[in-house]
């Protein structure tokens, strides 16, 4: 099982509490984004590593949400203060990101309630 | 603005037949294109890519369909089987390189009747 693992898989937190999202990414993928689901929406990019490259932010909504990516493989998503707002369900997704093989491939997602 | 439609949320067909899923993008930057399945609960599933270069990519049931002058791609699934009862996300990215993020339409569902 090579695939990309998420955790945890639910997450309930009460408004205006802190939050931290794991990512596994697949083992050889240079490439990590995060997106987000919220209910009934498509799915929204927040935020892209590539290698040691500064990760790309612009798709971070505000300065509650940050990321970061330990040695090039496992990432941590974290929101700070939460809002009702916040919940959805927050996909990683790995990918060689080599010309012509932009595949990206998901995780299971967290699903975060904030209540 | 929505730079990834798909305009039909759901669409039902027997099993055995074909399923035609359609997908329309407006920014010509995008030059990779890729659908992905969505089961309840899970993350989606990669089934098929194609590059802007080429007009048709098959792999098994799936064929995809990309006419870069209409800005539109379509899935076809032959022979519709019950277990491709799901939700499928049409997705796009481009722009030269650095960050390939992908840009997802809204979905469309899918029903196979047995």
């Known amino acids: 099982g090579a695939g990309v693992s998420q955790s945890p898989s639910n997450k309930v937190t009460e408004k205006g509490k802190d939050v931290e999202l794991r990512c596994d990414p697949i083992s050889g993928h240079t490439a990590l984004y995060w997106y987000r689901q919220s209910l009934g929406q498509g799915l929204e990019f927040l935020i892209y590593?590539?290698?040691?490259?500064?990760?790309?932010k612009s798709g971070l909504p505000s300065d509650r949400f940050s990321a970061e990516r330990t040695g090039g493989s496992v990432s941590t998503l974290t929101i700070q203060r939460t809002q009702q707002e916040d919940s959805a369900v927050y996909l990683c997704?790995?990918?060689?990101?080599?010309?012509?093989?932009?595949?990206?491939?998901f995780g299971p997602g967290t699903r975060l309630t904030v209540t | 603005d929505q730079q990834v439609k798909q305009n039909s949320p759901s669409l039902s067909v027997q099993e055995g037949r074909i399923s035609i899923l359609n997908c329309d993008y407006t920014?010509?930057?995008?030059?990779?294109f890729l659908w992905y399945k969505k089961y309840p609960a899970e993350g989606p599933t990669f089934l098929i890519s194609?590059?802007?270069?080429?007009d048709k990519n098959e792999d098994g049931r799936f064929t995809v369909f990309l006419n870069k002058s209409a800005k539109h791609l379509s899935l076809h699934i032959v022979p519709s089987q019950p277990g491709d009862s799901a939700v499928y996300f049409c997705a796009a990215t481009g722009g030269g390189t650095g960050r390939r993020a992908l840009t997802f339409g809204s979905g469309t569902r899918l029903q196979v009747q047995p």
């Open positions: 920014n010509s930057m995008f030059d990779y």
């Open positions: 590593f590539q290698g040691n490259s500064a990760p790309d």
């Open positions: 194609i590059s802007s270069i080429k």
């Open positions: 997704a790995s990918s060689l990101d080599r010309a012509s093989s932009y595949e990206q491939y």
